[in-house]
């Protein structure tokens, strides 16, 4: 069997291993809240809240502009 002349690089490695990841979309999981979808174990960018309590008070994009 023929072997390698030399040491592939960590990142050579790497940039061949990275293409499989870009195949899948990350999973979403619905907001109790509102009804939007969002990345789950994570806070809501739209309302805010997080296992049913309000962590991060949102800014409505009108409050944002003035």
Known sequence: ???PKRKHS???????RSAN???Y?????VCP???KPR????????CGYYKGKSVVIIESKK???K
């Open 63 to 65: 409050e944002k502009k």
């Open 10 to 16: 960590k990142a050579r490695r790497d940039k061949r």
């Open 21 to 23: 990841s870009k195949l």
């Open 1 to 3: 069997m023929p072997n």
């Open 25 to 29: 979309l990350p999973s979403l999981a």
């Open 39 to 46: 990345l789950p174990h994570r806070v809501c960018p739209h």
């Open 33 to 35: 809240q509102c009804k």
